[in-house]
């Protein structure tokens, strides 16, 4: 199954409103540290009550600060599990996670769905960039959703990270004093 096709599910069950239920299921987006000109890798989390087999998450971040390099696989997903990663504009990406067949679930019902890799800029400013969920797009989809073993779609509670940008280390082969 091809993310389109995931994303075309999707939309379909929530359109049909199949079973869609008040979400026990979180999804989260990690909060970490990084220095300029360095990247940095932000967790995307699962944390839920029932078993799933497929995960669609929509991110935004902020193209002055990060650049996006990568998405991995994270713990949850076993090696029968695909994972798809589309960037349809600067700044902004999918990612979806499943099993080719249907099955198997995730490995557990919490842990690290992928790990958002990033290098954020050599000139970025200092503080904190957010990194957050977005229903911007075409399709017009959720900004973020679980597939269920049923093949049921889940909306879940989805919570925004970000990166907390610091200046880049001094070089330890400067010397202050001559």
């Known amino acids: 199954m091809r993310l389109n096709d995931l994303m075309s599910k999707t ?6 409103g199949i079973c869609t239920m008040a979400s026990a299921q979180t999804i989260r987006i990690g909060a970490v540290a990084g220095v300029q000109g360095e990247t940095v890798s932000v967790p995307v989390t699962l944390t839920a009550t029932a078993s799933h087999t497929a995960a669609l998450v929509r991110v935004q971040y902020n193209t002055a600060v990060l650049e996006n390099v990568e998405v991995a696989a994270g713990v949850l ?20 996670v499943y099993a080719p067949s249907g099955l198997p679930s995730f490995t557990a019902k919490t842990g690290t769905l992928c790990n958002l890799t ?8 200092l503080g904190v960039s957010p990194i957050i969920f977005t229903t911007i797009g075409t399709p017009s989809l959720s900004s973020a959703d679980l597939v269920g073993i049923s093949g049921a779609a889940v909306t879940p509670s989805a919570i925004a990270g970000s990166i907390t940008v610091g200046a880049t280390a001094a070089d330890s082969s400067w010397s202050l004093y001559s």
């Open 77 to 96: 997903l076993s090696t029968r599990h695909a994972i798809e990663f589309n960037a349809p504009a600067a700044g902004r990406f999918d990612v979806a």
């Open 11 to 16: 939309a379909v069950f929530a359109l049909v």
């Open 118 to 125: 990033f290098r954020v800029k050599t000139d970025a400013p």
